[in-house]
């Protein structure tokens, strides 16, 4: 059984040494092994993963093997150098992988609340993936049920209501806000802003989860986010798990700061729909690559944005259906909703033009707030503080819609 892609013809660079690649920062791809011989490279290499009960085919064509991220990795230029070109901003720091990046003092301190979540998510996935190797993870993804159609529930909750279509989060704390509700496993009190959570509070499993993910069905979501990081969010992929199996029918987006693809297939075996992509953490080649991943598996990729560079950016791969456009800044973590209608008003006409629907994330409270991101022409937006700190998060929703919405 094939656990690795192999390329199988020759690439056009005579003078560069048979080398090994993976993509620039997710270490799961499963190795491309190439041989670099004269002559010129075809228009595809088609390369083939086959997993215990099927298999996924991708095609890596020339763009891809021969984009600059690779030709400037070939040449010894630092992973965070070809990704500060992009304009990423959030550094990484596990890399053993790559002998040209060191661990310079410079980068002991992370720099703010998203490059620490990284870096501790790359140590994480890491000791993840000595547990289950990734061609054990591929094969459970192949035996989880069909994925829901997230686009789909999207467009039709639009067209009942007349409203931006709702993805509710299912969201324990965050490590801006602390404890967002007081059902969670006290274990975790130690790391998470033990200042502002009371060590008193007992764990209740993941009952009160189901509860509120059922609660928001009933109310109108369209769909679903589920966090999934420990340590910074109180989150599980057992939780994922559990309210999949619960008997919700909506669509299910893994929130998840995914830096590897053995993520989205571990999120896919679990039974997530869609995945979070992250374009201030992920270079351009990971993210057309986790795009064709998640397309081999019937998934539907939110690609996250947060300012007009990042948009740019995703806007010239292809393959994008749904872009997050997040009203927090990344330098002074405020949030902003005029965010949403500064960058449609400058990309809107290419973003139609694509097709690609808009989703506003951060700093949705009341039915003007989401009046205002639905006239800027957004599709969705995604709420999870507003309504999982209320009493009763389920009806919160007609609070925040100004009305309730059919389901």
């Not at 992973?79 to 070109?85: C, G, K, L, P, Y």
């Not at 769909?223 to 999949?244: A, Q």
């Not at 994330?361 to 503080?385: I, K, M, R, W």
Request: glycine letters at 6%; aromatic letters at 6%.
């Amino acid at each position: 059984m094939e656990s690795s892609i192999l390329a199988a013809a020759s690439v056009a660079r005579a003078s560069v040494p048979a080398t090994v690649l993976s993509p620039l920062f997710s270490s799961s791809r499963p190795v491309v092994l190439r041989t670099d011989v004269a002559g010129p490279s075809p228009a595809a290499r088609a390369v083939r993963c086959r997993a215990a009960e099927g298999s996924v085919l991708h095609r890596l064509d020339d763009e891809m093997f021969n984009s600059s991220e690779v030709i400037q990795w070939e040449s010894g230029k630092s992973i965070n150098s070809i990704a500060a070109a992009q304009g990423i901003r959030i550094r990484r720091r596990c890399r053993p992988r790559y002998p040209s990046e060191g661990v310079g003092a410079d980068r002991d301190v992370p720099r703010n609340v998203l490059e620490q979540i990284i870096w501790d998510k790359e140590v994480e996935v890491s000791q993840r993936k000595a547990k289950a190797p990734l061609q054990k993870v591929m094969e459970s993804a192949e035996r989880a049920p069909p994925p829901r159609d997230f686009v789909g529930a999207l467009d039709a909750a639009r067209r009942r209501n007349g409203l931006p279509a709702l993805i509710a989060e299912v969201k324990k704390a965050s490590p801006i806000k602390g404890l967002l509700r007081e059902h969670f496993n006290p274990r975790f009190l130690a790391h998470l802003l033990p200042l502002k959570m009371d060590c008193r509070l007992t764990s209740s499993a993941n009952s009160w989860q189901v509860e509120i993910a059922h609660a928001y069905e009933k109310n109108g979501a369209a769909c679903l986010s589920i966090l999934t990081d420990e340590k910074h969010f109180l989150g599980s992929f057992e939780n994922l798990e559990t309210v999949r199996n619960s008997g919700v029918n909506c669509p299910l987006l893994c929130k998840e700061f995914v830096i590897d693809v053995w993520q989205i297939y571990y999120a896919r075996s679990k039974g997530a729909d869609a995945v979070l992509l992250i374009a201030a953490v992920l270079p351009d080649l990971d993210i057309k690559y986790m795009l064709r991943v998640c397309r081999s598996l019937g998934m539907t990729a939110l690609v996250e944005v947060h300012d007009e560079k990042e948009l740019d950016r995703v806007l010239k791969i292809d393959g994008v259906q749904i872009i997050g456009i997040n009203n927090r800044s990344l330098g002074t973590f405020e949030v902003d909703t005029a965010n949403t209608d500064m960058l449609l008003r400058k990309r809107g006409d290419v973003i139609r033009k694509k097709g690609i629907k808009v989703v506003s994330e951060s700093g949705l409270f009341t039915p003007d707030d989401v009046a205002y991101v639905q006239n800027a022409g957004v599709s969705a937006v995604l709420v999870g503080e507003s309504l999982v700190t209320q009493e009763d998060p389920g009806r919160a929703i007609a609070g925040l819609f100004g009305k309730e919405l059919l389901h």
